[in-house]
């Protein structure tokens, strides 16, 4: 992975505009300051910023330099490093951190230097709230938004302009294009109107054109508003047929049932919303407030371990073998009396009450879908209000469209009809029951204050309640076995139709498998045939490349030949011309040569001169050895005496000290001090 990194990032530098002339070895021999140097200077281009030295710069300057500029072109570093070491990889210049960077920054290099250039004017300032409080700051960060935002809608539109294949220099030719045809034209029509101007009848014809113009413009205009009044009677039409269809439907629902009938129906709306707003959307809030309650507990409760899970299973399987034994119980102690009858009623009421509640969930859907319905009809009406005028056709198909759509929503208000119809079936059914049961609840409670057994109603009571919940879920499972029933058998329908209708299909398909194995088989050969080519294609291109390689090698190696002959031609045509002014300058001062040169010196002359010159240095050179050579005895002699009075200086001097320290001593009595002398 990391020589495929290697690899192209070669590639990727060695490219214009970096030219660095990288190899593999080279690269990976470069040291880490120098990566993060280039690193710096890639991140520089991009930026179109000065490359800043990585050796002068501190190194925290450097890394948090390098930081901003990746998190503006938003480079994410690997999942698996941590910011602590990528940041220690990265100013350390380690290979593992800046190779992963230097590949991606290199692979899209133009997109970044965009993205660089609009992270410089689009950088959202993060002012703190109590900052915007002050007006003058709070009006500055608005402006610098909408400066913002002014930017962005500039930059989209240049973009636009740049990318839609216009360029400057194309309109400027355009235009003046336009300008020359412009003149044109004026030099054509001006020289066309002098040439008019000498016909004898010009003022009539001119008029006679003026007329002309003025016509067909009014007939333009009659054509126009005779499409404009054309498109209003359609209009009329349509709404005239409009009002037709509604007063059908009108005269449809006053037909059936007629004032009593409408008021019919009116009091079985206003007892479904009566039960809707007293007994079904109390009942789903109810629900809903119970679910979130319920919750919220589950979100305070401690978390459960094993052990309360195995209690909580515990404890409902004592109370389900609690209920089963009180519905057994039950079950014994009924009598084919009075009490079975109660319960029969029972059931009946809780399955009609259940029906009751699927219905009153219908028809809620129902109403959401009407109200839907409602609304897209009068989101279209706003946007055909607005919209273009439509044509004879499309209006007559659209008049089509909504005659279906009207059957449609007949059909659908009639089964809304019957379900109402039922409703109140139901709701009078409920009624006439729940009195039957209310008398036999007096009955019963009679019965109970003759026998002395009173309050066994209401455990009776609660056992027929557990075996309501019971019945419904036994229904429900019947129900829903129904519904499996049905859906199997629908199921079996649909496959058995689609068997009768893909019948013929399977045989077109046989046929057609039959031509596709055949059509297969001919392109399997066709595709050998087509490899085969193509290898020996392969194979001859390369051995042609192979041999332009070789002539291309042969003619670079000509031509290096070609050019250093020339040059080495170039430098014996100039020794010859040397040799040949010589020469000249050799025979005689009298040539042409010796004339457009007076005076340049020959070779030969200026070697001549620089022999003498050496000689006669020569000869000083002998004379000052023979001086040298006759003095050398004399001076030895001489450098011996010197070298004696050296020595004598020193003696005296050392004798001199000598005695200035002897003079500290008193002198014996009848010596008088002496003077210091220096006897040479």
């Known amino acids: 992975m990391a020589t495929s990194l290697a690899k192209d990032i070669v590639d990727f530098l060695n490219k214009p505009p970096f030219e660095k002339g990288f190899s593999l070895i080279g690269l990976d021999a470069v040291e880490p300051i120098q990566l993060l140097q280039l690193l710096s200077d890639v991140l520089a281009h991009i930026n179109d910023a000065k490359p800043e030295s990585v050796r002068e710069e501190d190194p925290e300057e450097t890394l948090a330099r390098l930081l901003t500029v990746l998190r503006v072109l938003n480079y994410k570093p690997p999942p698996s490093s941590d910011a602590k ?47 915007l409080q002050n007006e003058e700051v709070a009006a500055t960060n608005d402006k610098y938004n909408q400066l913002l935002e002014e930017f962005k809608a500039v930059h989209s539109e240049v973009e636009g302009f740049r990318t839609s294949g216009y360029s400057a220099k194309d309109i400027k030719r355009d235009i003046t294009l336009m300008e020359t045809e412009k003149e044109q034209l004026t030099k054509r029509v001006e020289r066309i109107r002098r040439k008019c101007e000498q016909l004898p009848q010009y003022g009539d014809m001119l008029a006679a054109a003026r007329l002309l113009r003025k016509e067909t413009e009014r007939e333009d205009e009659l054509q126009r508003l005779a499409n404009e009044q054309q498109t209003q009677a359609e209009q009329a039409e349509a709404r005239y047929t409009r009002a037709l269809e509604k007063r059908r439907e009108v005269q449809a629902q006053s037909i059936d049932g007629g004032a009593e009938g409408l008021l019919a129906r009116t009091a079985e709306e206003n007892r479904m919303l009566q039960y809707l707003h007293n007994e079904k959307l109390p009942a789903d809030l109810a629900e809903r407030h119970e679910s979130i309650a319920k919750l919220h507990h589950v979100m305070d409760s401690p978390t459960m371990t094993r052990g309360d899970l195995d209690g909580l299973h515990t404890k409902i399987e004592k109370l389900t073998a609690t209920t089963n034994a009180l519905i057994e119980e039950r079950m014994v102690q009924n009598n084919a009396g009075t009490d079975r009858k109660i319960s029969m009623f029972r059931q009946q009421a809780s399955i009609i009450a259940h029906k009751k509640e699927d219905a009153a969930a219908t028809l809620m859907k129902l109403q959401e879908q009407e109200t839907s319905l409602q609304h897209d009809l009068a989101e279209k009406k706003k946007t055909s209000a607005g919209g273009s005028k439509l044509k004879l056709e499309e209006f007559k198909k659209y008049v089509a469209k909504l005659r279906g759509m009207s059957v449609t929503y007949k059909s659908k208000k009639a089964e809304l009809n019957a379900v109402r119809s039922e409703n109140l079936v139901l709701d009078r059914t409920v009624e006439v029951l729940s009195a039957k049961a209310a008398a036999l609840e007096s009955t019963v409670g009679a019965l109970e204050d003759a026998k002395g057994i009173r309050g066994y109603q209401d455990i009776q009571e609660g056992i027929e309640q557990t075996s309501v919940e019971t019945s419904k879920a036994e229904s429900r499972k019947a129900e829903a076995l129904t519904d499996i029933s049905a859906m199997v058998e629908q199921l079996k329908d649909t496959i058995a139709s689609k068997r009768t209708a893909l019948a013929p299909l399977v045989t077109t398909l046989r046929h057609v498998r039959a031509e596709a194995q055949t059509i297969e088989s001919t392109y399997t050969a066709k595709k050998d045939k087509y490899d085969t080519l193509a290898k020996d294609y392969e194979k001859s291109k390369s051995s042609l ?72 240095l020569g000869k000083h050179l002998r004379e000052k050895q023979a001086l040298v050579r006759d003095s050398q005895e004399s001076n030895l002699h001489q450098f011996d005496m010197w070298r004696d009075l050296t020595r004598l200086m020193e003696a ?29």
């Not at 593992?96 to 950088?123: C, M, S």
């Not at 002959?565 to 040949?580: D, H, K, S």
């Open 85 to 131: 070491a990528f940041r220690a990889g990265l100013i350390g210049g380690q290979k593992e951190t800046i190779y992963p960077i230097l590949h991606w920054l290199l692979q899209g290099l133009d997109k970044f230097k965009v993205r660089a250039y609009l992270g410089k004017y689009l950088v959202k300032l993060d002012v703190p709230v109590e900052m």
């Open 545 to 616: 490349e192979k041999e332009v390689r070789g002539y291309r090698e042969e003619i670079s190696a000509l031509e290096t030949r070609f050019h250093t002959l020339n040059c080495l031609e170039q430098v014996n045509a100039q020794y010859q011309e040397r040799v040949q002014r010589e020469r000249e300058l050799y025979k005689g001062g009298n040539s042409d040569s010796s004339r457009q040169h007076p005076r340049t010196p020959s070779l030969r002359d200026t070697y001549n001169e620089r022999i003498d010159e050496q000689e006669r």
């Open 652 to 680: 005296k001097m050392r004798a001199a000290q000598d005695h200035t320290d002897d003079d500290d001593v008193a002198p014996p009595p009848g010596h008088a001090p002496q003077e210091d002398r220096m006897v040479l």
